[in-house]
């Protein structure tokens, strides 16, 4: 069972940067896809970004069209935490924050990445509010 533990939400104003950090137990990190989705009040929960592994050593990136550009999702194997870096935030940011964790890699594709459901471990989720 793999554990995630979020760290470095908070209230920040617009045009601020925060930065998100998740922390895995155990397991075989280096092959885990890594995702952070968020959730605002009364919506569905959406994919933020992604750091897809693509076997070996290799990794690719995705972002939400909202975010691009603003946001870098980067990951220390050594370490076992991936990490959100978020500038220019904006209040449409506003949201619960969550780290998940592919750990059967089942992110196979574009569509199985940006899907919560491929998702096999979730954090508790971090609150990210920003003030206009």
């Known amino acids: 069972q793999v554990q995630l533990v979020e760290s470095g939400g908070g209230l920040v104003q617009a045009g601020g940067s925060l930065r998100l950090s998740c922390a895995a137990s155990?397991?075989?990190?280096?092959?885990?896809?890594m995702g952070w989705f968020r959730q605002a009040p009364g919506k569905e929960r959406e994919f933020v970004a992604a750091?897809?592994?693509?076997?070996?050593?290799?990794?690719?990136?995705y972002y939400a069209e909202s975010v691009k550009g603003r946001f870098t999702i980067s990951r220390d194997n050594a370490k076992n935490t991936v990490s959100l870096q978020m500038n220019n935030l904006q209040p449409e940011d506003t949201a619960v924050y969550y780290c998940?964790?592919?750990?059967?890699?089942?992110?196979?594709?574009?569509?199985?990445?940006?899907?919560?459901?491929?998702?096999?471990?979730w954090g508790q989720g971090t609150q990210v509010t920003v003030s206009v």
């Open positions: 998940a964790a592919d750990a059967t890699r089942r992110a196979g594709s574009y569509i199985a990445t940006v899907t919560a459901s491929t998702y096999d471990y």
């Open positions: 750091h897809k592994w693509n076997g070996g050593r290799t990794y690719s990136t």
């Open positions: 155990e397991g075989t990190f280096t092959t885990y896809t």
